[in-house]
């Protein structure tokens, strides 16, 4: 017999073409916003010092864990695979008009310090969780189409709702050292 090789394209591939496909769209249309429209965006950001910290926290906070905590919950319907990569270019799109607004913005160098670490993280941190979801809707749309009893479903399932927490807290670590960051940058002028 011969043996044939698999040729297949892999989800965390298609997650991180989305993501890339997402961010080019986002920057090729943030490049018709008017001024205002990007200082607005950058006001509204995690890319702003706030006085108050917790609200600094939860800006950068609530931009990455928003997107992993919906592609979590897109993980326990069995046919929402393609959801799951679409959420990920939406994801793509609002960094792609953000990072628009950063080359926009006069004070570039400071906020490509923020945006780029943070960005990078959070994104391969949506992407981890983008292909347990993926995988565990597979888990169940085959069980779905088939007589099969997967008892072993329950240990999946424990250590899919494991791992999502994992990429919360890894999601609340990362806010806070970009919040801790940008109180920095603030501090010594740079922001």
Do not use: W
Not at 9 to 37: H, N, P, Y
Not at 149 to 159: K, P, V, Y
Request: charged share 15%; aromatic share 12%.
């Amino acid at each position: 017999m011969h043996n044939k090789k698999q040729t297949g394209i892999s989800i965390e591939t298609i997650l991180i073409v989305s993501l890339i496909a997402g961010i080019a769209i986002g920057a090729v249309i943030g490049m018709k916003l008017s001024e205002d429209e990007i200082s607005n965006l950058i006001k509204t950001s995690f890319l702003t010092y706030k006085e108050n910290r917790i609200e600094s926290f939860l800006l950068f906070f609530v931009s990455s864990a928003s997107f992993v905590t919906a592609i979590f919950l897109m993980g326990f319907c069995a046919v929402f695979q393609p959801l799951e990569v679409l959420l990920v270019a939406l994801k793509g799109l609002e960094l792609g008009f953000i990072a628009r607004c950063v080359y926009a913005d006069e004070n570039v160098l400071s906020k490509l310090l923020i945006f780029l670490p943070f960005s990078v993280i959070t994104s391969g941190i949506l992407i981890l969780q983008a292909r347990d979801s993926v995988s565990m809707s597979m888990g169940y749309f085959s069980i779905s189409i088939t007589t099969e009893n997967r008892l072993g479903m329950a240990n999946e399932f424990r250590e899919y709702i494991f791992r999502f927490f994992i990429y919360l807290l890894s999601c609340a670590v990362v806010s806070a050292l970009g919040c801790l960051m940008l109180s920095v940058m603030n501090t010594h002028g740079l922001f």
